[in-house]
């Protein structure tokens, strides 16, 4: 892997190029294609991400085979599967790939140990996981604070781009609502 490369320019910014080398070998580039599941429900995940380029989403299949979306992770953003990086079990959820993606897979258990020795991988460590845990606490207090309308209309302020992107079925159940109720907010919005 080029020392230039982007992915490493951001990540890995503030630890010296020298000891780069040791962590070389952690970091897994993966392509993939529109729709292709690289996380699934069952299967234990040892490694957290980096979204080069693209667009994944976590979601739950309950026993009717109904999708209920959790997360979205998108260019420049750390993705995990929680119940796999926090508890150490198998996933929950199934990840998947909402458009051509490429991301850098880092295994987790190995980068602990190499962050145990050295602290500039140690605050990168730190900052991921705060990363993962705030994502997660935001989604959590917009369903207790705010209404599906609010929700989109955050989501549409933030990340107007990702609105674009993402199919109303996959947009309506991550706010928690029926495609046609996400339809009618849309009308509403557009008057």
């Known amino acids: 892997m080029d020392i230039s490369d982007n992915f490493l ?11 780069l080398i040791s962590i070389f070998g952690l970091i897994n580039r993966k392509k993939l294609k529109k ?36 997360f979205f992770r998108w260019e420049k953003e750390f993705g995990a599967d929680p119940e796999s990086y926090f508890n150490h079990k198998p996933s929950k959820l199934t990840w998947c790939a909402m458009e051509e993606t490429e991301i850098f897979e880092i295994n987790f258990q ?23 845990l705030n994502r997660m606490y935001e989604r959590l207090e917009s369903f207790i604070l ?32 029926t495609p046609v109720s996400l339809s009618r907010i849309k009308k509403r919005l557009e008057n």
Do not use: W
């Open 35 to 70: 729709n292709e599941i690289f996380i699934e429900e069952g299967t234990f995940y040892n490694k957290f991400f980096y979204i080069n380029k693209g667009l994944v989403r976590g979601f739950y299949s309950n026993a009717d085979g109904e999708e209920k979306t959790i």
């Open 146 to 177: 705010y209404s599906p309308e609010e929700r989109f209309q955050h989501l549409l302020e933030t990340h107007p781009d990702l609105c674009e992107r993402i199919p109303d079925k996959y947009l309506a159940s991550f706010l928690g609502i």
């Open 9 to 19: 320019l951001d990540f890995f910014k503030d630890i010296p190029k020298t000891e």
């Open 110 to 132: 190995k980068f602990e140990e190499l962050s145990k020795r050295n602290v500039g991988l140690l605050k990168l460590r730190i900052m991921a996981s705060k990363k993962l």
